[in-house]
């Protein structure tokens, strides 16, 4: 007897169960909300991602792909290291008012929310920032080969400083999530690298 096929695709399963994450958080959605989220039934759920814990993880390392996909497209494209970082502000400065955008994002939510009883999502969220830095890191270097920025400038110090602005952007975002003030935060910031 042949195994039973899915009756449900796991990918798109798990990209609701991580919209639902992004905007509920970890602790404030229910198994119950998963399954009616997601479309499937408890023992599928179980069967396929594991119990709740195992699915956020999931959930997490799938959205940290998908914006590593995005940043290498970025910043590949871009003409400048300032301008891949400026391009990648705007589009998150965008993203904020859109009803997607104002949940912030997952992985600051996720280090606000269980870092400090979980080290497991803790040890996820660090991965993510770290990558974070190094993405922004190689943009400056090459901002700096390029006489955009200064060389006197400490590139690793300004790549942990921009992880910072991302994530407290993304924060005030779910407060203030008008793309103006944001704008004009991003724009300070840009004027500090030159």
């Not at 997952?106 to 920032?129: G, H, Q, S, Y």
């Not at 400490?154 to 993304?170: E, F, H, P, R």
Request: glycine residues 6%; proline residues 2%; charged residues 25%.
């Amino acid at each position: 007897m042949s195994p039973r096929l899915k009756e449900f695709d796991p990918d798109q399963a798990l990209d609701a169960a991580m919209q639902l994450f992004w905007q509920k958080g970890f602790e404030a959605t229910s198994m119950q909300d998963l399954v009616d989220q997601m479309g499937i039934n408890r023992y599928s759920l179980y069967d396929t991602f594991g119990d709740k814990h195992q699915l956020f993880i999931q959930c997490c390392e799938k959205y940290q792909a998908n914006m590593e996909t995005m940043k290498v497209e970025l910043f590949d494209q871009a003409d400048s290291g300032l301008q891949a970082i400026q391009n990648f502000f705007n589009i998150i400065a965008q993203r904020i008012t859109t009803k997607e955008g104002c949940c912030g994002c997952l992985m600051t939510n996720a280090a606000v929310e269980k870092a400090l009883d979980d080290e497991i999502i803790a040890e996820c969220t660090r991965k993510a920032f770290e990558g974070m830095e190094k993405t922004f890191h190689k943009a400056l270097q090459r901002a700096q080969k390029e006489g955009e920025i200064s060389q006197d400038k400490n590139t690793k110090d300004l790549a942990s400083y921009l992880v910072c602005l991302l994530q407290g952007i993304t924060v005030m975002g779910k407060t203030f999530p008008q793309c103006k003030r944001i704008q004009k935060t991003i724009d300070c910031a840009m004027d500090l690298l030159k």
